[in-house]
């Protein structure tokens, strides 16, 4: 997702069940899409890999993120 100012996030190992695509405008609330569901040793998980880019480099995300 392009932010603007140079400012992108990517969402890699999201399930097929994407609601986005190129060109669409995003909100904050939006949902993106889903986790992909991995069965390891009959255990469910979720998992997303969060990446940000600032400049096209790879940044610590929590500067950009409103966690309390």
Request: zero cysteines; proline letters at 1%; glycine letters at 8%.
């Amino acid at each position: 997702i392009n932010h603007g100012d140079n400012l992108r996030t990517k969402y890699k190992a999201l399930s097929e069940e994407v609601n986005v695509k190129i060109g669409d405008k995003v909100s904050k609330g939006d949902v993106i899409g889903k986790a992909q569901t991995k069965i390891d040793n009959e255990i469910d998980s979720t998992e997303i890999k969060f990446e940000v880019w600032k400049e096209d480099k790879l940044v610590d995300p929590a500067g950009y993120l409103d966690i309390k």
